[in-house]
Nanobody, 125 residues
Framework: QVQLVESGGGLVQAGGSLSLSCAASGRTFSSYTMAWFRQAPGKEREFVAAIYWSHGGLNYADSVKGRFTISRDNAKNTVYLQMDSLKPEDTAVYYC??????????????????WGRGTQVTVSS
């Protein structure tokens, strides 16, 4: 059974930092793309960042470029999202997701086979 389990969310002041983790289990993810999405109240789920597990290629949304860093630890089967210089508009539930690397767009939620349950990030002004 495939599981993606997020952790590390919380409450932080604007300008602060948080680090999220996504522990993946249940299959081999070497041919997958791992991504972070977020969803704020009343808004659609949006792409944040992605990493290609096999070669480590990266992709970021313009809104987080230069502030967020996605990375992976192959030995721990874990993907991370380091979030710096946080803004109130970063407040959302953050989800980890996985899709076959060859298939579709990293930006399209419909392409993802596996999702975590999400972790809340709240940035106060």
């Amino acid at each position: 059974q495939v599981q993606l389990v997020e952790s590390g969310g919380g409450l932080v002041q604007a300008g602060g930092s948080l680090s999220l983790s996504c522990a993946a289990s249940g299959r081999t993810f070497s041919s997958y793309t791992m991504a972070w999405f977020r969803q704020a109240p009343g808004k659609e789920r949006e792409f944040v960042a992605a990493i290609y597990w096999s070669h480590g290629g990266l992709n970021y949304a313009d809104s987080v470029k230069g502030r967020f860093t996605i990375s992976r630890d192959n030995a721990k089967n874990t993907v991370y999202l380091q979030m710096d210089s946080l803004k109130p508009e970063d407040t959302a539930v953050y989800y980890c997701a996985a899709k076959p690397a060859y298939r579709g767009s990293v930006y399209d939620t419909r392409e993802y086979d596996y999702w975590g349950r999400g972790t809340q990030v709240t940035v106060s002004s």
